[in-house]
């Protein structure tokens, strides 16, 4: 596919597909670690780690210059860094644990909503009412594929890690947008995932972890896989969709991302689909569908840049991480 095609909007949608089909395998593959005894907060502060350390050693070689970002915009980085991709993470790791996948996924897929509800109540932002229907029926479509009604205890505490991972979820996808005017996906990444991880060597220090549980090839295999492709790959992917279209299109996009577990897990896991479930599909399909169809999306639909922004950057080379 031409360069020039990746950069327009159909770029941007095709980096979302893509970023849920890598994010798709997270849930199960992370469930076979929390169930071996890995806190959450440990497995999202592994994740977070290895995603800034293959993504600095790539900018150590390629692009060096991709490293440095204002010195006004780190507080900004490390709040995004923090709030969105650390909590999402932890959120959704607590939420799959006490909820089960399923439920866990639905309440994460709350984010695009919160996310156009910021847009309306902080900006007063006329978002088109045809964005907010789209974002409610992918919504529907998610719960009636994952079967997000079926508890599978009614836990207080991980009710609430799912919608701080919805919070997470919005506050990271708003942030990658505004980012976006002004750095590159791998730059955005580094800084992002490089707070995150900070944050987590202080809340959980490497030497109060047993590394042992990492010593067999099961859970060694699910954590390389969790960071590098559900991790480094598919949040690559979705930062460099909301350079190329507003945060909450792309939202509504990545919500096919349990429809795609379900699809993969019919054939590998020897999982039939029930009619609920295909029907749920089908409906995210309709509301992706629907959001492309959509016209360009208007200035009431993007994130601000960060103040003092330059102009947004151009792609520079074919070797940049984004």
């Not at 208007?298 to 792609?315: D, I, K, M, N």
Request: charged share 15%; with cysteine; proline share 6%.
């Amino acid at each position: 596919m031409a360069t020039g095609s990746l950069n327009s909007p159909r770029g941007g949608y095709l980096f979302a597909i893509l970023a849920a089909l890598l994010f798709c395998g997270n849930g199960v593959t992370s469930r076979v670690l929390l169930d071996a005894g890995m806190p959450a907060e440990r497995l999202s502060g592994l994740r977070a780690a290895i995603t800034f350390l293959t993504v600095l050693a790539w900018l150590l070689i390629r692009d060096r210059p991709g490293i440095t970002v204002r010195r006004a915009d780190i507080p900004r980085l490390a709040f995004i860094g923090v709030v969105g991709l650390a909590l999402v993470n932890l959120g959704y790791f607590i939420a799959i644990k006490r909820l089960g996948v399923g439920v866990g996924l639905t309440l994460e897929y709350l984010g695009p909503i919160l996310l156009l509800a910021w847009l309306r109540v902080r900006y007063s932002r006329e978002v088109p009412l045809r964005v907010w229907l789209a974002a409610a029926v992918a919504f529907a479509g998610c719960m009636l594929v994952v079967k997000g009604w079926q508890f599978e205890s009614l836990d207080v505490f991980g009710i609430a890690a799912g919608l701080l991972a919805a919070f997470g979820f919005a506050v990271y996808a708003w942030g990658a947008e505004r980012s976006g005017h002004s750095y590159l996906p791998g730059t955005t990444l580094l800084w992002l995932s490089g707070t995150a991880s900070i944050f987590w060597l202080i809340v959980t220090p490497p030497w109060s972890f047993d590394w042992s549980m990492l010593a067999s090839p099961e859970p060694l295999a699910a954590a390389a896989y969790v960071s590098l492709v559900g991790t480094l790959g598919g949040f690559a992917c979705a930062f460099a969709a909301v350079r190329r279209i507003p945060a909450a299109r792309a939202s509504v996009v990545m919500t096919l991302e349990p429809a795609l577990a379900a699809l993969i897990a019919w054939p590998v896991l020897d999982e039939v689909l029930s009619p609920i479930q295909v029907v749920g599909g089908v409906v995210v399909l309709v509301a992706v569908m629907w959001i492309q169809l959509q016209r360009s999306a208007g200035p009431e639909e993007q994130a601000p840049p960060f103040p003092g922004h330059r102009q947004p950057l151009e792609e520079r080379s074919d070797h940049r991480v984004g």
